[in-house]
């Protein structure tokens, strides 16, 4: 069984500094490439040796062996220089499935999702962003209920078994990637529709804001692609509060099932490993914000509520 502070290790386990040890730190960073985007000086994202290698560099891509960076070229001769960056990167990913170089990376999808603190409007393709490794974007929202004698209970679905991503483990109700234009609001209500058959007005008007949820991932087997991945991310997080007599049922492909849990049973499944990585953080989060985890009854309380709030590698708005 996991402790709350392994629980939240397994979503944030890229290495911290230390000022009296760092080599765990040194050695995780030191391999890794950096990406920029044109006309500006801060990286995007960390690319690991092996994407370096099997990447089929296109000749809009400029790499500094000497450096370890990987610079995505302004396109001369184009006043839209800006669509045509995010052309370049449609184009290497064609070659690179083309060539069959990731042969994890699965079938083009038409879901961009954005370089997270950009100068101008790009984005990537949802399945190849790791390979970048720049900052995911997402939003969940938790959903829960209370019965007569006040208990709070979770509505808990579990992913279906053919996902190519965490199958068969838990999830949040209502999650999703924020897509390229699309505020992280907008991301909720499109996956509670289509996720969940929630109304639209139902939504909007209970929903609560409750902040985010950051970490610094390597991927796993059980992410689905290319293992040791970096994944920086972030989750804009909701609550969502329904009555008794609403209940969740399989609205698409995604979800196998859903189960209303009380907070042991939620606390249990996360203990044994049942919950999605990110879902669980999300979970942890929950507990923290309402008091189901307090200083009082965990010893590692504040290395928790830290690590759940880590502060990303790379700019997180334009202005930064």
Request: net charge negative; hydrophobic share 40%; aromatic share 10%.
């Amino acid at each position: 069984m996991r402790t709350n502070f392994e629980i939240v290790q397994e979503c944030d386990n890229f290495p911290y500094p230390n000022l009296t040890n760092n080599t765990a730190y040194t050695k995780a960073i030191e391999p890794l490439w950096l990406f920029f985007l044109p006309d500006d000086p801060q990286p995007h994202g960390f690319i690991i040796q092996s994407v370096i290698d099997r990447m089929p560099w296109t000749f809009s891509f400029r790499l500094v062996p000497d450096r370890k960076e990987v610079h995505l070229l302004k396109p001369q001769g184009r006043d839209d220089w800006q669509a045509a960056c995010n052309e370049a990167i449609d184009e290497l990913l064609d070659l690179a499935r083309a060539q069959k170089a990731f042969p994890r990376l699965g079938k083009k999808r038409d879901e961009q999702f954005p370089i997270v603190g950009a100068k101008f409007d790009i984005g990537i393709e949802r399945s190849a962003m790791s390979l970048f490794g720049i900052i995911g974007q997402g939003a969940h929202m938790t959903v829960y209920t209370r019965t007569p004698s006040g208990e709070m209970k979770f509505w808990i679905p579990r992913r279906n078994a053919n996902k190519s991503t965490y199958p068969n483990m838990l999830d949040q109700a209502v999650a999703g990637g924020v897509a390229q234009g699309e505020t992280p609001l907008e991301c909720i209500v499109r996956e509670a529709g289509e996720e969940a058959a929630l109304d639209e007005e139902v939504v909007r008007r209970d929903i609560v804001a409750a902040g985010t949820v950051t970490w610094f991932n390597i991927s796993d087997g059980k992410a689905g692609g290319e293992v040791g991945l970096m994944n920086p991310g972030v989750l804009y997080v909701y609550d969502l509060e329904v009555g008794p007599k609403v209940v969740f049922s399989p609205v698409d492909d995604d979800i196998q099932s859903f189960h209303l849990m009380s907070v042991d049973e939620v606390r249990n499944a996360m203990r044994k490993g049942e919950f999605k990585p990110s879902c669980a953080a999300v979970m942890m989060d929950f507990f923290l914000r309402h008091g189901f985890i307090t200083a009082e009854d965990e010893e590692d309380y504040v290395e928790i509520a830290s690590r759940l709030h880590r502060k990303l590698p790379f700019r997180t708005s334009p202005g930064r």
